[in-house]
C-alpha cells in the first residue's frame, strides 16, 4: 500500500515519466500493486470532478491522470469497468452542469490510447459508443454557440483525438444522448432502455442458437418417422406370417 502511495504521487508530479514507472510496474508483476495504483488514481479523478475541475491546475492534473489510465491499462488490454469510471455518464453530467472544459480533455486522453490497443481499438463498441457521444456533443456545442456548454477550446480536443486516431468526423455516427432526457438515467440503469445495437446482436445470437436446435430437432423427427416406418413393416410381416402369434398377442391368457 505504501508503495502504492508512492508511485500514485510520482505518477501526478512526473508526466514524462508515466512510460517508466508503467514498464517498471509490469515487470514487477504485482497483480495488486496495479490495482491499488489505478483505485488511488480513480479517487483522485473523483475527488476532482466532484467540485467540477475548473482551475487549470486541477485541469492540468486530470490531464496527467487520464493520461496514466490510458497508458497503463487501455494500451495494456487492461478494461476499465463502467463501475470504476462511468466515461458516458461524466460526458454527460459534464455537459448538463458546464464543466466539459474539464470532462472532455480527460476522456479524450484515455481514448486517444485505444489506438494502441488490440482490444479497444476503434470500432469495438466501447471506444465507440464514447466517440459517438463526443462527436454528437462538439456538433451541438458548435451549433449552439454557449461558452460555459461548450468552448472552442473543447472542440479542438475531439478534434485532435480524431486526428491521433486517424478517423474522421464525417464517418463517425453521432448518438442521440443529449437529446434524450432520460440518457443519464438509461446509463446508470434507474431505467431500461435497449438500443437498436442490443436488438440485433439479440436477434442474431438468437438464430445462432435457435437454427442449430430446430435443425437437430428436425433432424431427430425424421429419424423417428423413419424408425416409425421401418418397425411398422416389421410388424406387418409378423401379422400376414404368423396371425396366430398377433392373436396370442392381443390376448394373452
Not at 493520461?67 to 469510471?85: C, H, P, V
Request: charged share 20%; aromatic share 8%; glycine share 2%.
Amino acid at each position: 500500500e505504501t508503495l502504492a502511495k508512492l508511485f500514485t504521487q510520482r505518477i501526478k508530479q512526473d508526466s514524462n515519466y508515466h512510460v517508466v514507472y508503467r514498464d517498471l510496474i509490469y515487470a514487477m508483476n504485482v497483480k495488486p500493486l496495479l490495482d491499488d495504483i489505478t483505485f488511488n488514481v480513480l479517487t483522485s479523478v473523483s475527488t476532482l470532478f466532484s467540485h467540477s475541475a475548473s482551475s487549470s491546475k486541477d485541469k492540468k492534473l486530470l490531464k496527467t491522470l487520464a493520461n496514466w489510465l490510458g497508458l497503463s491499462l487501455i494500451a495494456r488490454n487492461k478494461i476499465l469497468t463502467n463501475e470504476e469510471l462511468p466515461i458516458r455518464e461524466l460526458l454527460l453530467d459534464s455537459w448538463n452542469k458546464g464543466y466539459t472544459q474539464s470532462s472532455v480533455p480527460f476522456v479524450c486522453t484515455i481514448i486517444e490510447y485505444t489506438k494502441d490497443s488490440s482490444l479497444f481499438q476503434y470500432p469495438n463498441l466501447w471506444t465507440k459508443s464514447i466517440i459517438q457521444l463526443l462527436v454528437e456533443m462538439k456538433e451541438t456545442g458548435d451549433n449552439i454557440k454557449d461558452a460555459n456548454k461548450w468552448a472552442l477550446k473543447t472542440t479542438f480536443n475531439v478534434e485532435v483525438m480524431f486526428k491521433n486516431l486517424k478517423l474522421s468526423l464525417l464517418d463517425v455516427e453521432k448518438s442521440n444522448w443529449l437529446s434524450n432526457p432520460d440518457s443519464l438515467d438509461i446509463l446508470t440503469g434507474k431505467i431500461f432502455h435497449e438500443s437498436n445495437d442490443i436488438k440485433k446482436s439479440e436477434k442474431m445470437l438468437q438464430n445462432l442458437i435457435q437454427r442449430p436446435v430446430m435443425d437437430m430437432m428436425m433432424a431427430q423427427k425424421v429419424q423417428q418417422v423413419n424408425n416409425g416406418v421401418a418397425h411398422m413393416n416389421i410388424d406387418e410381416q409378423i401379422i400376414s406370417s404368423n396371425p396366430q402369434q398377433q392373436m396370442n398377442i392381443q390376448m394373452p391368457q
